[in-house]
Structure formats: C-alpha cells, structure tokens
C-alpha cells in the first residue's frame, strides 16, 4: 500500500532534510534530502540498516540537532532553526522521547526521574504531577520500585521507567529510538507492547525507529531508509 | 514558557548532592581548606601581630614619644589637655646628667638621672628593681633607684645614701631591667631613677640647664591607625618636638613585622586562590560529569537557563557548606596553634576571637565559589542534546579565533568577571596594598600566559609524537596522546595546576628569603653593650680586651664621634631654616661619625656608598632626619667643628636596622673630611647575658672613664620577639603550603573521572594493569613536569618582583626550584593515583554502572 499524505493534519512535516558532520577536513552526509510527514495520531515505524540515518533523523524530529539543510514542522510550526530555550520548550511541551539506552539521570530514583520533565516546564500543580508519575510507573509494573535508583533497575525496568517518563507531560507526539534494542526478546517484547498501550490510551502520535521488521509491524506504516534517503513509505494495514 | 520554579530547581539541586555524596566531598573540601586556611592565617596573624606589637610597646613603654627641650607653653598644654580628655594618658621623662657620689665618699661619678612618675611610668612594660617591688611604691621623693654599676664604682649597697647637688638621697632599689631603655639618648653616666618632685628639689633641672624632656603618651586605642592620628595631632601641636611613636623604637622588629605582615597577606590570598582553583577544578570535573544528565534534562525541555539555575544554587549551597566548614576548622586552627606553638616554641600569643576574619573567610569563600564556577556554569549553554546520540566530538568547522571568541564571549566576559572579582577581593583582604595589587595584577597575567604556555606546550608535543610515529614506546605514545586528545581539558588543568605551584612556590621562597633575613637581625652576636666615652688612646686597648673576655662574641664595633653643630642647610643658617618635627636646639649638638665602608646593619636607599679613600665632603644620613631636616641627595649641610667649617654634600640615605652601633650616629661621612678632629670613640660588643657582670667589672678596673650601658635584656627581648617572627612565619607558610598541595591534589585527583571510560574499554581490549598504569603514570608525570616548571619560573618572577620592595636582596632559590619541582611531579602522580587506584582492580561492568 501506498503511504498517505495528508499535509493539512500533518503532526510531523519533514522538508528536504539533510544533516552532514564535519570533522577536521573530513564529512559524511548522514541525511541526503529526506521529506515525509506523519498526521495526527498516526504510529510510524522508520526502519534501515545501521549508519542508515535513522536516529539522526529521530534527534532532528526532537528538535535535539540542527540540520545541515531542510526543515522540520512539528504542528505547522518550523523548529529546525529556533533558539534553543524555545526549542526546550517544544521538547518539554509537545514531545516525549525514549531512548536506546534509557538516558535516565543516575542520581535520582525512577519517581524522580519520571517526575523530571514535570518539574521542568512547571505543567500543574506539584501534587498532581507526583500523583500522575506514580500512577504511570503504576501502569508499567513499577509500582514498588519507584524509589529504587536507576543502578538498582534491570535494563527492561529501566527502559519502563523511561516510558512513564515520556508520557508523564501528555505530549502530543512520543518519539522512540530502538527502544527494545538494548533488552532481551521478552523484555523488549514487554517494553513494546506497554509503549503501544500507553499510545493507544493518550492518543498520541508515535514514531519509531527499528532496524527490526516483528517490531516495524505494529506500526501502521513503515519508512524505510537507506544510506541517508527514504526507499520505501508504505501502510502496513495495522490498526 | 513556564519558569522553573526556584524550589523546584532547589530539590532537584540538592538530590543529585544527596545521591552522589562522596563525589561532592572534593568540591566541599576545596572550599573548607581554601576558607579554612584563609580564616586561620588570617586570624591567627592578627592575634599575633596585636601580641607583637604590645610587646614593642614596650620597648618605648608607650604609644608615642615627644622630645622637647623646654616643657609646653600655656597654649600647646591647652591643646594636649584637650587630647588628654578623649582618653589618653600623658606622663614626663625628664633626663639629665650630674655628678653623684656614695655618702661618706669623696669620689663622685656621672650619673644620668632619669625622674619620672612613678604613679603612671611606664605606660607599657615594668621596671624590674631588687629587691622585687613596685615602682610606686619603692620611688618616694627622697629615695632613688640606681644600676648595679654605680653601686660597683662608689661601693655603696642597696641603702645607703647618694649625694646629688648637695641633696642626699636613699637608694632603695637596684634597677635590674628598664623597658624604654634602648629608646633613651646614648647619655653618658650611670642611671639613677627618681621622682620628678626629687629631682626639683636638687635644682638640677632648672631652665636652660642640660636636661631634656620626653613626654610618653598611651592612646585608649592601641590601633595602628589611632597611633598616626595621634602622631599627626601632636606633631601640629608640639612643633618643636621630636615625634616618635612605638614602631619607630626598634627598627628590626619594625621591620620583622611588617615583611611578616606582607608575607601574610600573601599566604591568606595564596589560600583564597588556591581553595578557589579547587573549586574550580571540582566543580569543572563535576559538570563535565554531569554533561549527560544536562544533555537529558534538556531533551526533556530543560532550557539552558534553567540547567544553570540547577547548578548554580548546587554550586551555592557547596560554597555555603564549605564556607561554614572551613570557618569551623579555621577557628579551630586559631584555637589550637597558639598552645602548639606555646608547646614547640614557648611562644604564647594571646588567643582573639576574630568574628571578622571568619565572616570575611566565609563571604570570601562563598564569593571564589560563584566565580570560579562561572566558566564551567557557562558551558552548560554549549551542551546539545545531540551528544546523547553522538559521543564524538565534533570540530569547530574551521571557524576562525574571531569566530570562536565570538562564540565563547560570554566565556570570556566571565573571565574579566573572575579575575576583577578576585582584583577586589585580594584588596580587600590583603594587609598589604603592595601585596594586593600586585598579586591580583600578577595573577591575572600569569594565568592567562599560563593558557598561552599549556596551549603551545601541547601543540609541541603532538608535533612531537608525530614526528617520532611509532618510534615511542605504546604507553609513552598513548601517555602523551592522552594529554590532546579532543575533549582533553589539559591546558585548564595546566593552567590550574601551574597557577597553583606558582602560589605555593611563591609562599616557599619568599619565607625563605624573609626568614633568612630575620635571621641576620635575630643574630645572636648583635652588640648588646654599649661603651661611651673612649679616648682615641684607649680604642686598642679596649678591643685586646675585650677580646680577651669570657662571653665576648666576635669582635668588638668601634665607632667614632664627633661632637658638632650644624651652622645651616642649604644655604639657610641653622636658626631660619625650616624644620620637621626636630627640635631646633638640637642642631646645636650633633654627633658626626666617619666610615670608608658601608657601616654592618645598614643599606643604602638612595644615592651610592662613597669608594675608600674618597676625599671629597659627602654625607649618609638616614630618611627620616633627612625629611626633617627637608634635606635630600644634593643638599648641602655645613657643619661647624670647633673653628673649622665642613660644607658637606648628601650623597646617601641609608638605613640602619638600630642592632649596631652606628645606627646610634646620624650623620656618617668620609674619614678624610674629618680628620684631625678632635674624636671621641664609643663602641658595642656582644656580651653572653650571663658574663655581663664579669666584662663590666673588667671593663670598669681596666677603663674607669668609659661608662658602660648594658642593653643586654632589651636586646634579648627583642631578638626573642623577631626569632617569634621568624618561627610564626615558618609555622603558617607550611601549614599553607600543606594546604596548597591537598588542594591540588584533589584537583588533580578530580580528573579521574574522565579516565574511567578508557580504563574499562583498555581492559576489555587486553591491556593489563601494569600497562594501564604506566600509561597513566606517563600522563600525570608530562603534568606534573609541565604544570611544576611554569609554576616555578612564575614564582621566581614573582619573588623578583616582590622582595626587593620588602626591601630584601633576590637570589635565585635553584635548589628549592628543584624540590619544588620535583614535589609537583610527586604529587600530581601521588593524588592522581590515589584516586585512580581503585578502578584498576575493579571489573569493568561494575564501574560502569557505578558510574
């Protein structure tokens, strides 16, 4: 199937994207012109090989990098080139992201570390925030290790705690780089299946980026790469 | 955009200092040595100098002295009257000198008769009689007390009865020891102490007689400050007055005091910089740490500010905690190293609390805290999230310097903030503005060629390993690549490090040259007898005789005098010309002594020492007659010597450290221009205190004529007082020092954490422990070297530039450049290991979780 672009509910818009990094006289081009977009409530799989460029494209979509080239459109709005204190504005507001490898703050508890993004962009009151983080480490089999400290937490429980963390600010869009690719296949199975139920159940917009086509099919739609340009864009009839 | 609020940046500050305790220990300890020393140093030299100079005090037996020829008039009483209200205390010494003998003898002696007050004299000190008693209570009208060598020439006992001008008189005391005794006139005769009212009634001190007045003063407030006020008022109200006050008594301990109150400056400011340097470094190392956590909290919608506003109040809280610690420890060093010393040193200087010096500890702590965590603070800008996804650090993209200065300009205005931060807190700290100045301007200078140095000394060594490829043992090769390797912060830690040497370094060599100098004026064999009235005829003699006698150390100094007037200056006869605080009858009289050599004691100021043999009139006198007489190099004095006129020309202004004899002449010129001139001799020899009595008695069988002035106990005191000096100095320059090297070595010891990595990843690939070490040891070693030689070069160019305006002769100190060196490179070795050990018996897995 052909994939749909339906630029006027477009949550994600991507414009002729590239990024190369220099280093001394030497560069790569990592994205070479990528364009695609992604609506509202859409779950994107972006798939390829290593070095394909997928989590540079993931970090640029965050507004956590600056393309070399092109644009990036999060509700219309271009965020490639806006200062950076807006830009962490955007990140805390609109966007929750889980990373490979965790990324959780090594000094503080999982309810902490969950609590984070909360405390951050001062979103409510801070009962309301603390109750939310409980409840979400609640939903993903945390309950009794919120004050546990990331060393004390397996990989899978780690990964958990990074769930809860980027839905505790209700953001509309969640983006995922590898999210299971450091967990065991029951773990990384558990973590999937829990990111899926926490996306269905806030209706948020979900991409994701796998180099694993079992994971890329719960997506309803897959974005293949390769070396640094889009292949393939195509549904995959999953609801 | 939603604020952070304050409490929530508060909580999320003080978790990460709860959940990494240990690792905050290095910044918390870095601020509590730098404030502790500072605080300690500081007190500590306060209470001792307050110690220091109530015993100077007593050397005068007063604040301030005034030496008149007649009593005030009616309005200058009026005036001191006024004075006398706010509080201070006023009290005359009259002197002079008469013939006295024992009752019942016909033999009479000079004696110098000194009346004074006894309800009031002395102000500071006492007057040690025998038998042991007051004395107010000892001196009455008719009764005095005399020196043991007037009882030895008349035969006469504690008593007995002397005669003066045709008075008699009882002598109730013998005078053992006479506080202001080294600050009297070199008067001739044997001392007697009387009452004021005593010697009115022997007619001795009538109007235009030979006697001279002194007047002691004592302020309510013995501060330095007070005592110039002082000075300044009652040189306007006594203007025919020679005005001294306390300091000006003993120009060696004088002297002692003040090159210990620079040098203690400096060690406070050396603490400040050095905790401030451990601070830096701490908390660079710390963020750098953190570089992952600040790169998550800002893809979690952090912004830079508020990551900082995190940091900053982290950074608050450490200096505030360190600062409260240190204040703590520094007043436990004030508490403890006076009975330490009292113990070791038998010296006991009272114990002040200083809240002062601890909120200026405190405040100073907290202020280097923020200051030098500005820089690091300011990076958190440059942290992109990206480095999450990319550990690699990318280049500058052949940005230009003006591009990268434009990028870092908040850097370096942080810079500017520092060192003019610093600037303000060094004068308000030192004691001594020469000390302030210079070490602010000199600090600033230093670091940034310290940058420049660390910079191009790296550039030289990768040409080198480049050049020399594979020729380089692996661990020298990988040793040295460490030391650039991108993200390297080897030039800061350089800089940081050679900063700090160069401040220890500094401390070292300058109490080393200061102490050495203290040591000649605590010199053991300074004259401690003085003996007037020599004929040319028995000069010889004296000297064979002395040396002779038991106790005499080295040989004796011979000084000749002439007696003179001075008939004008500059042209201006004597009577018309304007003078400063000298009593004009004193041109009068003046005693003129000759020397081919610079004379022992003394150096030159100003103007060059004539060569031997010089025939032409030229004249060395020492600053302060200089200004009163308003005379300087090129003056000419004409000084009339019975019919003859010398028209000599100032050439010299030398001064004189008042432990030799010609430190008692004031004006010293060639011999040729005073030859054939009538000439007395007095001199001054080195008599161990125990054989006093015996030389004098030989003295006194050998050369009747020749009076003997015994300074032996004052001279005592004071030496007692500089050796105090000396050995204080020594005591807080170590304890400095020591704290200068725990601070470096956390310093160092907090770059550990950037090896960790490399360690794990060296052991995965098969390197063994042995090799890692060496690796490693090759790294801190090229510091070490590196960091200690520019260290050692500064400190030398800052010991140039600071001793000789402490009035101190520089010398290379090559072998303590050597030790200092080689302790740097001990050191940086010792704490980089002793911080590192650990993970290289630890399994790679487990550190990396740790971590």
């Known amino acids: 199937m052909q994939a749909r672009e339906d630029l006027s509910n477009a949550m994600v818009e991507v414009r002729g994207l590239t990024r190369v990094i220099r280093n001394g006289d030497r560069s790569v081009e990592i994205l070479r012109g990528i364009s695609f977009s992604v609506g509202k409530g859409e779950v994107v799989a972006i798939m390829g090989a290593s070095g394909s460029g997928k989590s540079t494209l993931l970090g640029l979509l965050a507004g956590l990098d600056t393309p070399t080239g092109g644009d990036v459109l999060l509700s219309g709005v271009s965020i490639s080139y806006m200062a950076e204190d807006k830009l962490a504005q955007i990140r805390g507001q609109q966007i929750g992201f889980v990373f490979q490898s965790y990324q959780l703050i090594p000094t503080l508890t999982a309810l902490e570390n969950v609590l984070l993004p909360f405390e951050l962009n001062g979103n409510g009151e801070e009962r309301e925030g603390v109750a939310r983080a409980q409840a979400l480490l609640a939903s993903v089999g945390l309950a009794d290790r919120m004050h546990h400290y990331p060393v004390q937490l397996s990989g899978g429980e780690q990964q958990r705690v990074a769930l809860a963390r980027a839905f505790v600010a209700r953001p509309p869009i969640i983006l995922a780089d590898e999210p299971t690719g450091n967990l065991d296949t029951i773990n990384g199975e558990h973590v999937l299946n829990l990111l899926l139920a926490l996306n269905r159940e806030q209706g948020t917009t979900l991409i994701l980026v796998t180099h694993d086509a079992a994971i890329a099919q719960h997506a309803s739609r897959i974005v293949t790469m390769r070396d640094g340009v889009i292949v393939s864009d195509s549904l995959t009839g999953a609801v | ?851």
């Not at chain 2, 008693?133 to 005095?144: E, Q, R």
């Not at chain 2, 102490?515 to 000297?543: E, H, T």
């Open chain 2, 1 to 851: 955009m939603a604020a952070l609020r304050w409490s929530s940046a508060w909580k999320i500050s003080t978790r990460e200092l709860r959940a990494a305790r240990g690792k905050f220990l290095f910044v918390l300890l870095s601020v509590a040595i730098g404030v502790a020393a500072l605080t300690g140093v500081r007190s500590f030299s306060t209470s001792f100098r307050k110690t220091l100079l109530a015993e100077a005090r007593t050397i005068m037996a007063a604040d301030i002295s005034a030496r008149m020829a007649a009593p005030p008039s009616t309005v200058e009483q009026q005036q001191l009257d006024t004075m006398m209200q706010s509080g201070m205390k006023m009290t005359p010494v009259t002197e002079t000198i008469s013939m006295a003998s024992a009752a019942g003898s016909v033999n009479s002696v000079l004696v110098s008769i000194k009346a004074i007050d006894p309800a009031q004299y002395p102000f500071y000190g006492h007057v040690k009689l025998q038998p042991d008693a007051a004395l107010s209570t000892t001196l009455t009208d008719d009764s005095v007390a005399v020196a043991p060598e007037l009882l030895t020439r008349t035969h006469a006992a504690v008593g007995d009865s002397l005669r003066l001008n045709d008075k008699n008189f009882r002598i109730a005391a013998v005078i053992l020891d006479e506080p202001d005794r080294l600050s009297n006139s070199m008067a001739i005769g044997l001392r007697v102490m009387m009452t004021q009212q005593g010697l009115a009634s022997t007619g001795l001190s009538t109007p235009g007689g030979s006697s001279t007045r002194r007047y002691l003063f004592k302020l309510p407030q013995q501060n330095e400050q007070a005592v110039a006020a002082a000075k300044a008022s009652l040189e306007k109200i006594l203007p025919e007055a020679l005005i001294t006050d306390y300091r000006e008594s003993s120009p060696a301990l004088t002297q002692g005091l003040d090159r210990a109150t620079d040098l203690l400056s400096l060690m406070s400011l050396v603490a400040m910089v050095l905790g401030a340097i451990g601070v830096g470094m701490s908390m660079r190392a710390h963020l750098q740490q953190r570089m992952d956590s600040i790169a998550i909290m800002k893809s979690l919608g952090a912004s830079s500010t508020q990551v900082m506003k995190i940091y900053l109040l982290q950074t608050l809280l450490l200096g505030a905690a360190g600062g409260v610690l240190g204040v703590l420890l520094g007043l436990g060093v004030q508490i403890t190293l006076p009975l330490i010393l009292e113990r070791l040193m038998h010296i006991a200087p009272a114990f002040h609390l200083q809240p002062a010096a601890m909120a200026t500890g405190f405040v100073t702590g907290l202020l280097t805290t923020l200051l030098f965590t500005l820089p690091p603070l300011l990076d958190i800008r440059s942290v992109r999230p990206a480095s999450i996804f990319r550990r690699a650090v990318e280049s500058a993209d052949g940005a230009s310097w003006a591009q990268r200065a434009k990028q870092h300009q908040l850097q370096i205005v942080a810079g500017v903030v520092l060192f003019a931060g610093l600037a303000g807190i060094a004068t308000v700290l030192s004691d001594s503005a020469l000390v302030g100045r210079w070490f602010a301007a000199g600090l600033a200078i230093t670091v940034g060629t310290l940058l420049g140095i660390a910079a191009l000394l790296l550039l030289v060594l990768r040409a080198i390993t480049r050049r020399t490829g594979l020729a380089l043992p692996q661990v020298v090769r990988q040793g040295l690549a460490n030391l650039y390797r991108p993200g390297n912060q080897t030039a800061a830690v350089l800089a940081a490090l050679g900063t700090g040497v160069m401040l220890v370094a500094s401390v070292f060599f300058l109490q080393h040259a200061i102490v050495s100098d203290l040591r000649l004026s605590s010199a053991n064999n300074l004259p401690n007898i003085f003996l007037l009235d020599i004929a040319p005829d028995q000069v010889d003699g004296m000297r064979a005789l002395l040396a002779a006698q038991p106790g005499v150390r080295g040989s004796a100094e011979m000084i000749p005098a002439i007696t003179a007037h001075v008939v004008s200056i500059n042209g201006v006869p004597a009577h018309d010309v304007k003078l400063k605080n000298f009593p004009r009858h004193m041109l009068q009289r003046v005693q003129l002594s000759y020397s081919d050599t610079l004379p022992p004691g003394t150096r030159v100021l100003q103007g060059t020492w004539w060569p031997a043999g010089t025939q032409t009139a030229q004249l060395a006198i020492g600053p302060k007659t200089a200004e009163r007489l308003g005379v300087q190099p090129g003056s000419h004095i004409v000084f009339g010597v019975e019919d003859q006129r010398i028209d000599a020309v100032v050439s010299t202004i030398i001064k004189s450290d008042g432990q030799h004899g010609y430190s008692r002449v004031e004006f010293i010129l060639p011999q040729s221009t005073l030859a054939n001139l009538p000439v007395m001799w007095f001199g001054g020899v080195h008599v161990d205190p125990p054989q006093v009595a015996a030389a004098q008695r030989a003295l006194y069988a050998a050369y009747p004529s020749v009076t003997v002035i015994d300074v032996a106990d004052a001279m005592e005191t004071i030496r007692t007082l500089v050796l105090q000096i000396t050995r204080i100095v020594q005591f807080l320059a170590a304890f400095s020092i020591f704290a200068g090297i725990v601070v470096l070595a956390s310093s160092v010891a907090g770059t550990r954490y950037r090896r960790l990595r490399e360690i794990v990843v060296l052991k995965t690939l098969g390197a063994t422990r042995a090799r890692i070490a060496a690796i490693f040891s090759v790294e801190f070693a090229v510091i070490g070297l590196l960091a200690g030689s520019i260290g050692v070069v500064f400190a030398t160019l800052l010991t140039r530039v600071l001793l000789p305006k402490m009035d101190i002769d520089f010398h290379v100190q090559w072998r303590a450049a050597g030790l200092t060196l080689l302790l740097a490179m001990v050191v940086t070795n010792g704490a980089g290991w002793a911080a590192s050990f650990r993970l290289l018996g630890q399994k790679p897995l487990q550190v990396l979780r740790e971590e």
